[in-house]
């Protein structure tokens, strides 16, 4: 790390004493654990545009969120932005994402339980009142579909425009909104102590379909049905039908 930025960092916490890359790196940051004299810290570093922009948001968020206690997520400390680079941040918290607890796990009788866990864990979020901080402006579909529109005609995803035109023609019911993470998938959420206890990568976090938390939830083990019936003994508010799922899992999902 250069020296400016490694300047700029230590004003938020103070003298750095040592730096680890971590053995588990996300697809669009690098992902730092920084130690003080006291306590560790994430840095999550971005380098492209569209990841730069998705760091920011993810800064926004919780930035808002810090001291609100209802919603487990890292807690903010700095967001630093330089000519090529941004950098967010947050408390380091000891644990794994779920992809890595499912691939670690040693039976499928631990599996289940995480996976349950993981249910449970999206259930008592969607249940919650939302927070108005999270409220976004007009409807979430709607808007979703305009960035879908860009990232498409950027040739910043892999959903085509025909594939949009459908999905802007066949929207599902509609139902009661709910808070919702965004990109709920198994990467995540994170295995603390053997639950789910945690989000990160919270960019997309807003009030919307709660459906599309739920289908990105699932898609790992969509053709494991033990394995999804463990997810809905813990998620019992709702089950999205295979019209619903793909409009999200293959649908939504692929311009994001
Ligand atoms: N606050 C944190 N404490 C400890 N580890 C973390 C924290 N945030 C992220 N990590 C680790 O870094 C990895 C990547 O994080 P994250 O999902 O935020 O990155 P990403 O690049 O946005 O991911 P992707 O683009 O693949 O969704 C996680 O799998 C996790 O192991
Ligand atoms: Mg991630």
Known sequence: MNHILQGKIEEVIGS???TIVLDEQGWTSEVRRIFTSDRSYLLKSSYKEKYRTWL????QVLKKLNKKTVISVPVYFGFIEEK?????IMSFEDGMSL???LSKAASDTERKSLIWSFGQFLHRFHEKEPLEILKGEGDW???QLVKAQHHAEN???DGSLPLLEHLKTNKPAPVIHTMIHGDCTTDNVMV???DVQLFIDVAGMTVGDPRYDESLAIRKFMNNPEYVTAFYEGYTRYRVNMEEFHYFDEGLYEFF
């Open 84 to 88: 090529d680079s941004d950098h967010l």
């Open 16 to 18: 750095i004493h040592k």
């Open 155 to 157: 040739g910043q995803c």
């Open 56 to 59: 920011k948001e993810e800064a």
């Open 99 to 101: 992809t890595a607890a």
């Open 192 to 194: 603390i102590d053997g």
């Open 141 to 143: 579909l709607e808007g």
